[in-house]
Structures are given as structure tokens and as C-alpha cells.
């Protein structure tokens, strides 16, 4: 755990201090967003924040490679390298699209292009548990995928998971803040695994990868809350997206099925209800944004303002108690699910409830004050 807090902590400093040397950056080569009618702030603003947090994450991992407990972690798996070559590839098609404003497919090809390189290292899905089959105690199946279907299913999970905080980050601080919480999330699920698994080695990589996540966004929050100094751009939103994919996958492998039975539902579909939970606020935004889009006949990736955060501000939230919003939903399914996986179920499902019911009504205020006003 204190190399884990360590790494992170780096990967935070060095993120915080990189952001006014990108800063000046994004000034000097025109990477700033200008006002447009769907954005929320009112003057140009630099972008490219995602090379600042790209810093944090690499000066966590050197670390990390030094310290004597995780160094097992580059030893006895490749994934922190799968990380560190395919987030360089994502940054580096954000920090285009940045400054030039790439076009959407140009921007695919790339996020493929990275997640290929995770599953070039073999950082991809093998197994899952199924309800269905029987492997002869009555218990489901173990479903084994083989190499293309684990690549396939490893690589669009990947681009979702990245268009999904592309779509997302629209407020400041928002995408900064559900990476921030979502990877802490994946780091206490990766962690439990760890003690299930009596400490094995084999599941250091997920923890690690969240744990320099958490430190790059925790690192470029204070610069990008309202009022925001810089923005992360694609550069950093494609990041956050790639990264959670990676550590969930890498967890995914780490499940000692034979220790599950039936009865342990939640234990067995575990790495992929903390995925769902993790990413569902993004989720549900790229879903009702495709779906809107396609309706109305446009293309999925055009832009509108009717995010979720959108109508958040139009039904009278601030910018922060907006975000601060979507914070508490993100926390409250991400640690939820987490909790569900580790504790009791019947007392973290009441915790769940509680806490789901109380975002709601928090959500729904400006609604409740309507009537009075009349």
C-alpha cells in the first residue's frame, strides 16, 4: 500500500508542475479552444493538459520500476509497458487533434491503433464467467475466448471506453474528477484482488496502472476546476479512457474462478459489474448521444449540447454543483460496485441505495423549488 500511495503521489507532483510548462506550451503553437456556441466557458483556453498528466504517468512508472515490491509488476508482466507505448501513441493523436482538429475517423484509427498495442502485449481479455453451460457442478462456465475474439472484444472496449470520457469532458474538472474517482475504484477492486489471490504477483499491474492514474488526475485537478486555468483536451480525456480499459482488463485476468461458486454471483461477474459501474455515467452519455444523433439523422461524433452536464445547467445547477453532481453519481455506482465485490452484499446494497437515493434528490432541487417560486 505506501508504494502504491508513493507512486501515485509522484505521478500527481509531476503532473501538477508540468501543466504551467504546457500551459505556455498550448499558448505558443495556437492549441486553444476558442468559445463555440455548445461550450460553457467564455474565453480562449489552452488545451493539451493530457501531455501533462502523460508526464505524471511515466515519472510514476520509473518509480514504481525502482521501488522493490512493484518492480515485480514490469518483471512478471508487460502490461505497465502496454501502457506506457499505447498511451504515448493516444496522447500524441490528442495533442493533434488539439492543435489541428482532426477529424473523427482520423481520431478512430488512432484510439484502434493504441488499443492494439495493449493487446500486442498481451493485455486483453481470455475469460469470463457465464450463467449458462455447466462445468459439471451445476455453477455456469468459465468462457475462454481465444486469441482474436479476446483481441476484438479487448480492442472495443478500449475505444469505447475512450470515446466514452471524450464525450464526457465538458465542464471543468469533470473528466478529471470521474478519472480520479473511477481509477481509485479499479485500484481497490485490483487490491482486493491481491489479498484474495494471497498477495500474487500477477495482480500488481492492474493496481499500478490505476494507482498513476489516480496520481495524474489528482495532479491536474486543482488547474482544471471551475474556474479552469487549462483544459486536457483529447490529449487527456483519450488517456483516461485508454488507461481505465487497460487496468480493468488487466484485472479481468486475475479472477481465481475456482475459488467462486454459483451462490458467489457477484464474485464471478465481478471485473465486468465494476466496469459497467465504473464508466456507466460516460456510458449513459455516449449511449443517449448516439442515439440522439442518429435519430435526428447526423453523424454519432457531431456536436450538440444536450450532454449530461448540459442539462444539469439548464434545470438551474451551477458549473460546480453540476460537476460536483456527476461526481457524487460516478462515486456512489464505482465505490458501490467495488464494495459489492469485497463486503457484505445485503449491507452494501442498502449503503448503495441510500447513497443512490440521496444523488437523486440532491440532482432534482432545482426542480422542487420550482413549484414554490410559482
Not at 86 to 98: A, E, K
Not at 103 to 124: H, M, N, W, Y
Request: net charge neutral; proline share 4%.
Amino acid at each position: 500500500m505506501r508504494e502504491y500511495l508513493l507512486v501515485a503521489l509522484t505521478a500527481a507532483v509531476v503532473t501538477f508542475l508540468l501543466v504551467g510548462l504546457v500551459r505556455a506550451l498550448a499558448f505558443r503553437i495556437g492549441a486553444v479552444a476558442y468559445p463555440r456556441q455548445r461550450d460553457v466557458h467564455v474565453k480562449p483556453m489552452p488545451r493539451m493538459g493530457g501531455l501533462a498528466m502523460y508526464g505524471g504517468v511515466i515519472g510514476g512508472m520509473l518509480l514504481a520500476h525502482q521501488l522493490p515490491v512493484l518492480r515485480s509488476a514490469f518483471d512478471f508482466s508487460d502490461d505497465p509497458y502496454a501502457v506506457m507505448i499505447g498511451g504515448g501513441v493516444i496522447v500524441l493523436v490528442g495533442v493533434l487533434d488539439d492543435r489541428f482538429e482532426l477529424d473523427s475517423l482520423t481520431k478512430l484509427a488512432g484510439q484502434v491503433t493504441s488499443a492494439g498495442i495493449l493487446v500486442l502485449f498481451g493485455l486483453q481479455w481470455l475469460v469470463f464467467w457465464v450463467p449458462w453451460g455447466d462445468d459439471g457442478a451445476g455453477t455456469g462456465s468459465v468462457l475462454a475466448l481465444d486469441q482474436n475474439q479476446g483481441a476484438l472484444l479487448s480492442v472495443l472496449l478500449a475505444v469505447t471506453m475512450v470515446n466514452a470520457m471524450n464525450f464526457v469532458d465538458g465542464l471543468d474538472g469533470l473528466a478529471a474528477g470521474i478519472g480520479l474517482i473511477a481509477a481509485i475504484a479499479t485500484c481497490a477492486f485490483s487490491i482486493g484482488l491481491l489479498a484474495d489471490n494471497g498477495g500474487e504477483v500477477g495482480a500488481y499491474p492492474p493496481a499500478l496502472i490505476a494507482a498513476t492514474l489516480a496520481g495524474a488526475c489528482l495532479g491536474f485537478l486543482p488547474h482544471n476546476f471551475n474556474p479552469a486555468r487549462i483544459f486536457m483536451g483529447d490529449s487527456g480525456s483519450m488517456l483516461i479512457g485508454l488507461m481505465l480499459a487497460a487496468a480493468t482488463t488487466s484485472a479481468s485476468g486475475k479472477i481465481n474462478y475456482s475459488s467462486l461458486d454459483a451462490t458467489d454471483l457477484l464474485g464471478l461477474l465481478s471485473p465486468l459489474v465494476v466496469v459497467a459501474a465504473v464508466l456507466f455515467v460516460p456510458m449513459l452519455d455516449l449511449l443517449m448521444a448516439v442515439v440522439r444523433r442518429t435519430r435526428r439523422g447526423e453523424s454519432p461524433f457531431s456536436a450538440d449540447k444536450m450532454h449530461l452536464h448540459h442539462r444539469l445547467l439548464e434545470i438551474g445547477h451551477s458549473q460546480r454543483r453540476a460537476v460536483l453532481l456527476i461526481y457524487l453519481w460516478a462515486g456512489v455506482l464505482a465505490f458501490g460496485a467495488v464494495a459489492l465485490t469485497l463486503f457484505d452484499d445485503a449491507v452494501v446494497l442498502w449503503c448503495l441505495a441510500i447513497g443512490l437515493l440521496l444523488a437523486l434528490l440532491v440532482s432534482a432541487i432545482p426542480r422542487l423549488r420550482e413549484p414554490r417560486r410559482g
